[in-house]
Nanobody, 121 residues
Framework: QVQLVESGGGLVQPGGALRLSCAAS????????MGWYRQALGKQRELVAR???????NTADSVKGRFTISRDNAKNTVYLQMNSLKPEDTAVYYC???????????????WGQGTQVTVSS
């Protein structure tokens, strides 16, 4: 079984910064990609940023230049540094990994429980 534990959410004023962390543990053979998605109230879940084993990243246009994703492969941990936060960044942020639980099985998506980020004065 795969577990994802997120931390770092909270309340911050516009223009402020937060850093989210997500540590993956459990039955993991390999991780192809790690990323962050978010879901604002009344909206669909959307990709924020994702990082692949190669180091390649893709980032939503709405956060480019403000958010940076990184990962520590030795710790199976992904980070999201969020700077210059805006009220429209308010959402529940979900950690995601695309990983194999065994060396012979197909990869699958795994999700964290979500962490609330609120940007408000």
């Amino acid at each position: 079984q795969v577990q994802l534990v997120e931390s770092g959410g909270g309340l911050v004023q516009p223009g402020g910064a937060l850093r989210l962390s997500c540590a993956a543990s459990g039955s993991i053979s390999s991780i192809a990609a790690m990323g962050w998605y978010r879901q604002a109230l009344g909206k669909q879940r959307e990709l924020v940023a994702r990082i692949f084993n190669s180091g390649y990243t893709n980032t939503a246009d709405s956060v480019k230049g403000r958010f940076t994703i990184s990962r520590d492969n030795a710790k199976n941990t992904v980070y999201l540094q969020m700077n210059s936060l805006k009220p429209e960044d308010t959402a529940v942020y979900y950690c995601n990994i695309f990983a194999r639980a065994t060396s012979y099985g197909p990869p699958d998506n795994y999700w964290g429980q979500g962490t609330q980020v609120t940007v408000s004065s």
